[in-house]
């Protein structure tokens, strides 16, 4: 008889994003004539190309492929010199902040490295998570036996929720209680909102009070137009000793569909064992990854390079300019509509406060109905989102202006 991992069971509705998916195509399916109309601001799936100077890397690459004085096998599971070299050198060491390439591991996502993470903390760690928050984090502290069953509320017994509100901006207050794990994203998916300096500061400063590690999500720090908000938690003094960092390449240089990130483990942080002894976590993921993951094709890790030259840094550069500026449209779509609108400044997603009385899957399926647009209803992110939904940026300019103006057209 084969067993089965029972936490799976605990799972009681489907992957946010797949429900959404089911819905969208029993839609379709009930208004074929709407269906070539149909606008989706749910999944935040970027849209436009890669950009140039990432292509003709990836081409280069292949042809190197096709060589066998330049053919490459299995490469190392770290990442390759190259590229750890540049993320080191442009996203840290330029910006003052101390990371070295050795601290630098090369994945196909960063939603995968902040589930995969798991592998090398215990246990009987205190999980903390943001609410809202991107179900990943949850879902996954759950198929690892993390916590108990939900509630009707759908929160998980065993974590700390941290709610998230228009009162607190968005960033949670500290814990009452001692926890071990805690979970932070910033710039904040889904909220689209960032924490300040000051508030990164009071966060390390109670990691490293209570010796926990904070599992920090930067995927849309490129997104960020404000200097005087941190783009990386280790800008804040003592991160090293208290801080992973997740960062990717599919937001800001459209690498969605061909999978490259980051994850930055310092030597500096420990973990300790049942005995209370210190122990890095450097070398214990270093070896997690070696086992488990075979690394990023190589095509790909010259395309991430690419990322870093001067022709890749200006199309980057433009390609955000264009998910914000569908981000400053959408916003104002919804608040021409009369409702309150957070986010959309420093990240490619708009959250958007209901009208009264209306739920977040009721909202789903007014947006749909109503203006044939898919957004993404609050709840899915837990209790704390529910009332919201949030409409993400990732789309062409064309439709970011159509979605705009539907939003004012429906009647609440």
Known sequence: MAYLNENY???????????????????????????????????????????????????????????????????????????????????????????????????????????????????????????????VYVDTNVMVGHTGSANDAGRFEGLVYLPCTADNGFVPELPKEAVDIIYLCYPNNPTGTVATREQLEAWVAYAREHKAIILYDAAYVAFVQDDSVPKSIFEIEGAHECAVEFRSFSKNGGFTGTRCAFTVVPEKLMAYDETGDAKPLHGLWSRRQSTKFNGVSYPIQRGAEAIYSDAGQAQVSALIEHYMGNAKLLAGGARAAGLTVYGGEHAP??????????????????????????????????????GYFRISAFNSRANAEEVARRLQDIKW
């Open 349 to 386: 997603y708009i959250w958007v406060k209901n009208p009264e009385g209306v739920t977040s899957w009721d909202a789903f399926d007014k947006v749909l109905n109503d203006a044939n647009v898919v957004i993404t209803p609050g709840a899915g992110f837990g209790s704390m989102g529910e």
């Open 9 to 135: 069971l605990k799972l009681k509705a489907g992957y946010l994003f797949p429900e959404i998916a089911r819905r969208v195509n029993a839609f379709s399916d009930a208004n074929p004539d709407r269906a070539a109309s149909l606008i989706k601001c749910g999944i935040g799936d970027v849209t436009e190309a890669l950009p140039d100077a990432v292509r003709e890397a990836i081409h280069k690459a292949v042809d190197e492929m096709g060589d066998r004085s330049s053919f490459r096998g299995y490469g190392p599971e770290q990442g390759y010199e190259f590229l750890r070299e540049a993320i080191a050198q442009n996203d840290y060491k330029s910006q003052g902040i101390e990371i070295g390439a050795h601290e630098i591991f090369v994945s196909d996502g960063s939603k995968c490295d902040s589930a995969n993470f798991l592998d090398v903390l215990g246990s009987k760690n205190r999980i903390a998570v943001m609410d809202p928050v991107y179900p």
